[in-house]
């Protein structure tokens, strides 16, 4: 039976007047759930103290606090020598409500953890909540108190898998360090098409160079001492790392980015006090929200799978497969048709003799949530589409609990796997049809489509290249339809690090200014042949566009140039390319170009503008950032996808 959608609001609105405000108080199921670690040091005080008084309350308050600020928050309470100074996180790993979960009860084992201790700590599989009577905000603490978890099993060749971590890691370190949420995740080729995956994470209210100087430290050590393993973990109380042979999927999804508190210190208080209570008021309806909670999700489930069902199945279009077509067409999904693996799911070689072609299917993870949103999101956006420089789904299919996507094999793969290809070079030629190709597909995408579509997730490894070197623009799991004309959309955080729009993480809300930034860091990216972000000597962290940006200044832009194409281009079109890639990655959006416009300037139907930015702190010219050694790409499904000729 389907519930009516109309009642849906009732419910919901009475799961958020009994459940809205935080922390409950331990059950009799709760109190197994102890912690991993525990930290209790320093002085000692007596029984009953108003330290204490202020320990407990801050615990109970910074887990209220941290339920409504995306799993974060750190804070004080107290005035002169009883003053506490606390703060809780979330691993990034976990679900939303394991999160909630961990921090509903860690304050529960604040007292009997550490009954007399100054400074304590609490260390889950999930969360960590610190305390102390000195502060530590934005320092790294505890460095050697840790967890770890290591999986057991040898790999063929360790000294390639090593190499392969040790690259990934040090790629990832600088990423996190700049985040606004202080995480990267990613993968790296460990041979053949055998990825190694990995994750950083600091707390967020860490400098950038105390987030460097943790994970640095923690990665050292655990590749140091786990140097023959194929997936591990170990955490501390500033930081986080994590390596697997499969995608480790970024799952915790909050209601709100979590950002460090601001404002004066007596706000903070209040705002802790007003946590404190509102935990308190909710404790004995607990029960009650858990089960409207397990009632909602399974209505919203069994509508969103009827619903699927018939927006899939109207009109023309991608057509509808049976599974047992598409497990034929894989040998049953078998190893050695995997062509490689991304971030929800696998990706597979196969032929359907029906249609005499040979496809590529991705297999979406059983246990990626997200995974099944983004299928969702593929097949309903992709399946409006037609563009040569976009790619074609040609057929999707949901059932026996598996999610399958089927596009035309891509010869030539991804192209992130040519321009960091160190035995065969891309010549500039093809470089700059595939800059009109991008262009040309957003140009549909942004304007000239029925309705808009923001992509929010352009990079090298999203641009397909067929037997031509055609470009196709695909990955449409994280787009979103909108009306044109109409500003930006708030949503959940989306896109990859070093390409998302610096204005969306910090407020979330996406608009084709913020695809027109991700396509200028590619034309850069392109034409120069590096990263998006490069780490220099001291551990400093530069975008690409700040280094063509002072280039430019000095009247010596084509100097940033790929090294590899040694002269060989055409100076005004490398010109071209590099500009306009500035112009889209000004910080401020009003100043960028519209896609119409940068084609245009791409094209020589209009003069160049004038590219203003605040200048970097620290002149670039100083640094040696274009003789740095970039790491190896990065490897995902390279020989993705296929769509009709240019």
Not at 145 to 172: G, H, P
């Amino acid at each position: 039976m389907t519930l009516p959608l109309v009642h849906l609001p009732l419910i919901v609105l009475a799961l958020l007047a009994v459940a809205g405000s935080g922390c409950i108080g331990v059950n009799a199921v709760d109190r197994i759930y102890k912690p991993d670690l525990t930290l209790c040091s320093g002085s000692k005080f007596i029984d009953f103290t108003m330290y204490q008084a202020n320990r407990d309350r801050l615990a109970h308050s910074l887990c209220a606090e941290a339920a409504i600020n995306g799993g974060f928050f750190n804070s004080s309470f107290g005035v002169g020598t009883d003053e506490v100074f606390g703060v809780v996180m979330c691993y990034i790993p976990s679900t939303w409500e394991e999160c909630k979960k961990c921090l509903e009860i860690a304050p529960s084992f604040v007292s009997p953890a550490c009954p007399n201790g100054l400074t304590g700590g609490l260390m889950y599989d999930r969360c960590i909540l610190r305390y102390s009577d000195q502060s530590f905000a934005s320092t790294t603490i505890d460095q050697g108190r840790r967890l770890e978890q290591v999986r057991i099993a040898y790999v063929e060749d360790m000294v390639t898998m090593n190499n392969s971590r040790w690259r990934m890691m040090n790629r990832l370190i600088p990423e996190a360090a700049v985040a606004p949420l202080r995480y990267a995740n990613g993968s790296e080729l460990y041979k053949d098409s055998i990825l190694t995956y990995g994750l950083v994470q600091c707390r967020i209210d860490l400098t950038q160079e105390e987030c460097t100087k943790c994970l640095t430290s923690l990665v050292k050590y655990f590749l140091d001492t786990n140097p023959n393993t194929t997936a591990g973990s170990v955490r501390e109380f500033s930081c986080y790392v994590q390596y697997h042979e499969e995608p480790i999927i970024i799952l915790m999804n909050p209601p709100g980015a979590p950002t460090p508190p601001a404002g004066s210190k007596k706000d903070g208080k209040l705002h802790l006090i007003t946590g404190f209570a509102a935990a308190s008021s909710i404790s004995l309806f607990f029960a009650l929200s858990v089960l409207l909670w397990i009632f909602i999700q399974w209505c919203l489930k069994r509508i969103a799978r009827d619903e699927m069902e018939v927006e899939f199945s109207n009109g023309a279009g991608p057509k509808r497969f049976d599974y047992n077509v598409l497990a034929v067409a894989t040998c049953h999904f078998s190893d050695d048709q995997k062509l490689g693996e991304g971030g929800f799911g696998s990706v597979y070689r196969g032929f359907l003799a029906e249609l005499s072609l040979d496809v590529a299917i991705k297999r979406v993870s059983r246990t990626s949530k997200q995974g099944r949103k983004e299928y969702a999101s593929e097949v309903k956006i992709i399946s409006r589409l037609r563009h040569r420089n976009l790619v074609q789904l040609i057929g999707w299919c949901h059932s026996r609990k598996e999610l399958l996507l089927v596009y035309q094999l891509m010869p030539n793969g991804s192209l992130d796997a040519h321009l960091y290809n160190d035995e065969k070079m891309l010549p500039w030629s093809f470089r700059y049809d595939i800059v009109l190709g991008i262009g040309s597909a957003l140009l549909y995408l942004h304007q000239d489509c029925e309705q808009g579509v923001l992509h929010r997730d352009i990079k090298p490894s999203n641009v397909m290249l067929d037997e031509s070197f055609c470009t196709k623009l695909g990955d449409f799991g994280l787009a979103r339809l909108v009306d044109h004309g109409l500003g930006a959309h708030t949503t959940e955080l989306a896109g990859t690090m070093g390409y998302m729009d610096p204005e969306c993480m910090t407020t979330g809300r996406f608009s084709t200014e913020s695809d027109m930034y991700s396509f200028g860091v590619v034309l850069l990216e392109i034409a120069c042949g590096r990263r998006p972000v490069a780490i220099v000597q001291d551990n400093t962290v530069i975008h690409l566009a700040q280094r063509v940006l002072e280039l430019h200044g000095n009247v010596m832009i084509l100097d940033a140039a790929d090294p590899q194409l040694n002269g060989d281009f055409d100076a005004q079109q490398m010109e071209r390319v590099l500009v306009v890639g500035l112009w889209c990655t000004q910080l401020d959006r009003s100043r960028r170009p519209s896609i119409r416009q940068a084609v245009s300037a791409l094209l020589f139907e209009m003069s160049l503008p004038t590219v203003t930015y605040t200048p970097p702190v620290r002149r670039l010219s100083s640094i040696p950032s274009f003789i740095l050694e970039d790491s190896d790409a990065t490897s995902g499904s390279k020989h993705l996808l296929r769509s009709s000729s240019c």
